[in-house]
Nanobody, 114 residues
Framework: QVRLVESGGGLVQAGGSLRLSCAASGMIFGFKYMGWYRQAPGKQRELVADITSGGSTNYADSVKGRFTISRDNAKNTAYLQMNSLKPEDTAVYYC????????WGQGTQVTVSS
């Protein structure tokens, strides 16, 4: 069984920064894909950024130039560095791992005050 644990969320003022971490444990057969998604109240869950095992990254237009996704394969951990945060970035952030099946973390709250 695979478990994903997100951390690093919190309350920050607009313009501030946060770094989210997603640590995967369990029977992981290859670090194929990891992504960060977010869901704001009343909205659908959306992709924020993702990274493949080959290191290719993809970002939502709304976060390009402000967020950076990275990973540490040895630690089975992905990170999301979030800079220049805006109130509209407020959401619960989830990480997703695809290693055979897809797995989701429990989410971490990010709140950006204006």
């Amino acid at each position: 069984q695979v478990r994903l644990v997100e951390s690093g969320g919190g309350l920050v003022q607009a313009g501030g920064s946060l770094r989210l971490s997603c640590a995967a444990s369990g029977m992981i057969f290859g670090f194929k894909y990891m992504g960060w998604y977010r869901q704001a109240p009343g909205k659908q869950r959306e992709l924020v950024a993702d990274i493949t095992s080959g290191g290719s990254t993809n970002y939502a237009d709304s976060v390009k130039g402000r967020f950076t996704i990275s990973r540490d394969n040895a630690k089975n951990t992905a990170y999301l560095q979030m800079n220049s945060l805006k109130p509209e970035d407020t959401a619960v952030y989830y990480c997703k791992l695809i290693s055979g099946p897809a797995y989701w973390g429990q989410g971490t709250q990010v709140t950006v005050s204006s």
